[in-house]
């Protein structure tokens, strides 16, 4: 069961590329959370005491938006971390983590976090090298934002929901198993709800997505694919 679980995070923001020995070292000294759907991790302003992995179901990552609405920021599918950069710097939790629907965790408590770093001087060496390909993401993500058109922008996104959430049906398009609005959708690239409307709409003509009882089908991935990469 150890190494199932190990196998499948190490694709996973932090584990990716980390040396199997040591992931699966790092994963036996994990606790097991479960969340339901609706339940909240933790709020925005929340002191950071640990860092969490999800094995199971989904999550996403909100704040408050001065005009009090909320904005959705990103969504969180088996695989990823959550919480690890306030491992290092102190500051409190910058967003609102809520289960999409029931989900299951690997949660290490700030101190668990630096024994095993302490302990593993190679967890140090792997960290700086996630720290540096979040950097590099972070700078694709601004410049997509800078350069590409808002269909390239919306592209990205849906592909990266379609892996996080998708199912493969039998003609072989994903059915993104989670119900976002076109708000939410905008507001994760910071663009408009009319803007947004006007590029799925579009979509739907040329039968590139569809939306069946509140869900988005992707029909042809590739066309998102070359749009979402200018």
Request: glycine content about 10%; aromatic content about 6%.
């Amino acid at each position: 069961m150890l190494e199932t679980i190990t196998g499948m995070l190490r694709d996973g923001s932090v584990l990716r590329g980390m040396d199997k020995a040591l992931s699966a070292a790092l994963v036996a000294q994990g606790m097991s959370l479960v969340l339901e759907e609706g339940q909240t991790l933790f709020l925005e302003g929340d002191e950071a005491t640990g860092f969490y992995i999800v094995k199971s179901g989904g999550l996403k990552a909100t704040r408050l938006s001065s005009e009090g609405g909320e904005q959705l920021l990103a969504v969180f599918s088996p695989g990823d971390s959550i919480g690890e950069m306030g491992m290092f710097d102190n500051e409190p939790r910058s967003a609102t983590i809520t289960a999409l629907r029931a989900s299951s965790l690997l949660y290490w408590s700030r101190s668990a976090f630096f024994d095993f770093a302490d302990e593993n001087g190679a967890f140090y060496r792997h960290l700086l090298a996630v720290m540096a390909r979040r950097l590099r993401d972070t700078n694709d993500a601004l410049a997509a934002r800078d350069f590409l058109p808002l269909a390239g922008q919306l592209a990205r996104i849906m592909l990266r929901l379609g892996a996080g959430f998708g199912i493969t049906t039998p003609d072989g398009s994903i059915r993104i198993v989670h119900k976002l609005t076109q708000a939410e959708l905008a507001a994760m690239i910071g663009a408009s709800r009319e803007n947004v409307s006007r590029v799925l709409n579009d979509w739907k003509r040329k039968g590139i997505i569809a939306r069946e009882d509140g869900l988005y089908r992707l029909i042809e991935c590739g066309a998102l694919q070359e749009l979402s990469e200018g």
